[in-house]
């Protein structure tokens, strides 16, 4: 019989702030993933969309990092330039920089980085339809990666496609891997997509609202499933949601982006309890759970901006009630004073910082 996770997780014995303490205590920890100054446009009709405007974002060895924001805010060309993945023709990176596991990323040739995507890093998409082939059983797809990666025969191949697809608290393996993946279901098919995605032992697993095509109590087996298999692997995991809940529940640390930019990053406890950007507090205050008995669910005011013409000013300013003179000019994301210094807001007028005591809390 299957263990659940809880008890797998306080089998394992391990945690990734424990494997990033060790990591950082020998003086060796280079970040998984580091992203520098990013700006990344698409050109179309008449000028051009400016997805990422400037975004800086850093995964360390065995964290659980998120990414949240409304749709839109550029969570996942974020997470597409780091595995370079968008069409080339398609784009235009017109700043910054992106480091795996140290090495750039964009001087690396295509050979290089077919390589590292599934080894350094492998991705999860929220549709796991759109990454597998409709037309190969499981087990065909499954064991095709891991022996292009690993050099296996076909039989040891089988075998660990299968303990993989156990991993992920699969029960029947055989079946799956005679299966299509139209003849699973979608809970199912995203636990092949995470077991396809660990085959390679990569560093990072970028997951792009891997559960949110499922239901609740589907998205929080996965979901915990992922952590767990994250932290016993030493994996790091970059998390994108729109979900504040899945953030609270699942990340050591958070970016929350808005219109191309992060506007507010620190470790998810800190960010969630005291919220000191407008923007966060919005969309902590859009929670279902903060809301009163039989009252509407808070939203933010207005729209996100038409990003062939991002604001001059503060990304925020359109919608922001503290808006003012100064926010015509577009804030730094800095630590504030007093505060950690993993913390980091772009705003003028950032909000008060929480009581100490409330500010050591974790919402976790
Ligand atoms: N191929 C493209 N051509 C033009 N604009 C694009 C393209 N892909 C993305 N964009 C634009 O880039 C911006 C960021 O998009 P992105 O897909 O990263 O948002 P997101 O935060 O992932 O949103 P969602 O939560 O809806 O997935 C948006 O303004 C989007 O319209
Ligand atoms: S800089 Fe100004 S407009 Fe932007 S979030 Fe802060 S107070 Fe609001
Ligand atoms: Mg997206």
Redesign the pocket.
Known sequence: MSADPASLQARAGRSAPGLLAGALDSGVAEPVLEIRDLSLE?P?FGGA?C?LGGVSLRVMPGEIVGVV?E????????AMAALRLLPPG?HRITGGSLRLCGEDVLAASEARMREWRGRRAAMIFQEPMTALNPTRRIGDQLTGVLRAHHRLGRREALERAEALLRDMMIPDPDRVLRAYPFELSGGMRQRVMAAMAFSCDPALLIAD?PTTALDVTVQRQVLQLLRFRARERGAAILFIT?DMAVVSQFCDRVYV?YA?TVVEQGPTGQVLNAPRHPYTRGLLDGLPERAAPGSDLASIPGRVPD?RRPPQGCVFSDRCAFADDMCWRRPALEPLPGDDLQRRVACWHPLPPAPAAQALGDVQ
């Open positions: 698409f179309v969309v997805a924001g749709s839109g805010s550029g969570k996942s060309v974020t398609g609202e729109h982006m191309g990003m």
